[in-house]
């Protein structure tokens, strides 16, 4: 089991070389104000509250920031009766 | 009510983060509900050492500004489902912590977790005395080395004064966390030896992590130690400092491997 262990671990380094270019390629481009994934979270909210009275509680974010592609999932509860009260 | 921890050390790079990450993953691996704060506002890094950090959206400022909901920041751990990271902000000011937004996020971790890790940054600044400020209990991460061992004492100093229950006449209760130790050369009197340390600062000792490669490696993947390989030396050494975190009264061993190549090959149970 030890050899075992010994022999067929693999290399780490790679990973945390493939982690860093992700991250910083996101970082670097958040300094230029251009984090997109941000500013469309905020945007979506902003959108959202015009309409309905949003409850912070029943509001889910998350995001995947990805080598090619990041998600961004907003999911929000929305009232039966959420349209009325904004009115 | 859950206890708040503060892990911290004055120095910067003696394991303060990698600590914070294995000791709050080893708790939640033993169904306890975590929380591992970053107080490291403006250089993050508990986020990256837990594997997290593409999944960030909101950080402690945002939550102390009123951005966001506390339950909006906190990111679950994808492996350990009771271990959650509360990510320090990367792009604002440490000013933006304050000492009243602290106070009440804290509260707030405090009922709904069973140990809230607050992962201090390196100095004496504002970030590590507001990380240090509602501890209960404080962990000293120490390395066998001078300048280590001179900065761990200015922040015991800290501890015994600038903390909530300090300022009430109560103590923190504190204990010295020895890392990176390398048993082989504390032997041949290249290294301060565990004594040596002890005896300087004088605080009861939680346990004593090799030097080893498996720290950089749990890092390189993004998970804590003691999840990244759980029977690795470190992560031994780590589960066991957690059950003496809990009051468990159990010897401290020293991690040391004196075996030769072939030794470590073939018994890799060193610990």
């Known amino acids: 089991m030890n050899l075992f262990r010994f022999f067929s671990r693999a290399q780490s380094a790679p990973a945390a070389r493939e982690r860093l270019q992700v991250l910083l390629a996101h970082e670097r481009a958040a300094t230029g104000d251009i984090d997109l994934v941000n500013k469309l979270r905020d945007e979506i909210l902003k959108a959202i509250s015009k309409h309905m009275q949003v409850d912070d509680e029943k509001v889910t974010i998350k995001m995947e920031r990805g080598p090619q592609v990041s998600t961004l999932a907003v999911d929000i509860e929305i009232p039966f009766d959420a349209g009325k009260k904004a009115a | ?271």
């Open chain 2, 1 to 271: 009510m859950g206890k708040v921890i503060v892990v911290t050390s004055g120095k910067g790079g003696v394991g303060k983060t990698t600590s914070s990450a294995a000791l709050g993953a080893a708790l939640a691996q033993g169904g306890e509900k975590v929380v591992v704060v970053d107080f490291d506002v403006g250089l993050r890094n508990l986020d990256l050492v837990m594997g997290a950090e593409r999944r960030v959206v909101y950080d402690l400022v945002n939550v102390i500004q009123g951005e966001a909901k506390l339950t909006q920041a906190l990111i679950r751990d994808k492996r350990v489902e009771t271990l959650y990271l509360l990510p320090a902000s990367q792009t604002r000011d440490k000013d933006n912590l304050t000492p009243e937004g602290v106070e009440k996020v804290i509260a707030a971790l405090k009922n709904a977790f069973d140990w809230v890790i607050c992962d201090s940054p390196a100095g004496i600044e504002r970030g590590a005395t507001l990380a240090m400020r509602h501890a209960d209990v404080a962990i000293v991460v120490t390395n066998p080395e001078v300048s280590s061992v001179r900065d761990s004492d200015r922040i015991i100093g800290l501890l015994d004064s600038k903390t909530l229950k300090a300022e009430n006449g109560e103590r923190v209760e504190k204990h010295l966390l020895l890392t990176r130790y390398d048993a082989l050369r504390a032997e041949r009197g290249d290294m301060l030896k565990v004594d040596d340390v002890l005896e300087i600062l004088s605080i009861p000792l939680l346990g004593i992590i090799p030097e080893s490669m498996d720290v950089l490696r749990a890092s390189n993947v993004g998970a804590p130690v003691t999840l990244a390989d759980n029977r690795s030396a470190p992560a031994i050494a780590y589960f066991e400092a957690t059950r003496r975190l809990k009051g468990e009264n159990l010897p401290i061993t020293i991690p040391g491997d004196k075996r030769g190549f072939f030794g470590k090959i073939f018994g890799r149970k060193a610990a």
